[in-house]
């Protein structure tokens, strides 16, 4: 099978982060990624799943969620990944209006605006048997 050279990068960068974190807790339950990364480099997703929504929780409340993203940033930097694919994009937001869209869905859709377009997410595998019946497939679509 062909992985591409950006698929290569990111690869060893995630595992590299992985490393890194292996003696933290709560553990990584999984990682993957996908995307549009070898058309433009900002189409980039990386998930990092806990085993519970009380860890993720943990996580995000003791800022190893935040640590986690740095750390993900940095390592794919390192080895090699586009910078452009992490900077701010220039979009005033003050003008976006939004109807019938919950708050919380809001802040995502406006995050993923203004920050980087690289995108480090989180979740966990109890959210993925609930809501997809386990199905990665449907939970990540």
Request: charged share 30%; hydrophobic share 35%; aromatic share 14%.
């Given at each position: 099978?062909?992985?591409?050279?950006?698929?290569?990068?990111?690869?060893?960068?995630?595992?590299?982060t992985?490393?890194?974190?292996?003696?933290?807790?709560?553990?990584?339950?999984?990682?993957?990624?996908?995307?549009?990364?070898?058309?433009?480099?900002?189409?980039?997703?990386?998930?990092?799943?806990?085993?519970?929504?009380?860890?993720?929780?943990?996580?995000?409340?003791?800022?190893?969620?935040?640590?986690?993203?740095?750390?993900?940033?940095?390592?794919?930097?390192?080895?090699?990944?586009?910078?452009?694919?992490?900077?701010?994009?220039?979009?005033?937001?003050?003008?976006?209006?939004f109807?019938?869209?919950?708050?919380?869905?809001?802040?995502?859709?406006?995050?993923?605006?203004?920050?980087?377009?690289?995108?480090?997410?989180?979740?966990?595998?109890?959210?993925?048997?609930?809501?997809?019946?386990?199905?990665?497939?449907?939970?990540?679509?």
């Open positions: 099978m062909f992985f591409s050279k950006r698929n290569r990068i990111i690869k060893r960068a995630v595992q590299k992985v490393s890194e974190f292996s003696d933290r807790t709560p553990k990584i339950y999984e990682h993957l990624y996908y995307g549009a990364f070898d058309i433009a480099p900002q189409n980039l997703v990386i998930w990092y799943l806990f085993e519970t929504d009380a860890e993720l929780e943990a996580a995000r409340k003791s800022g190893f969620c935040d640590e986690l993203a740095e750390a993900t940033i940095r390592n794919l930097s390192a080895s090699g990944y586009p910078t452009d694919a992490f900077k701010f994009p220039d979009i005033d937001t003050a003008n976006i209006t109807c019938n869209v919950p708050e919380e869905e809001q802040q995502d859709i406006l995050h993923s605006h203004i920050y980087r377009k690289v995108m480090v997410s989180f979740t966990t595998k109890e959210d993925i048997d609930n809501k997809a019946h386990g199905d990665y497939r449907l939970y990540f679509q």
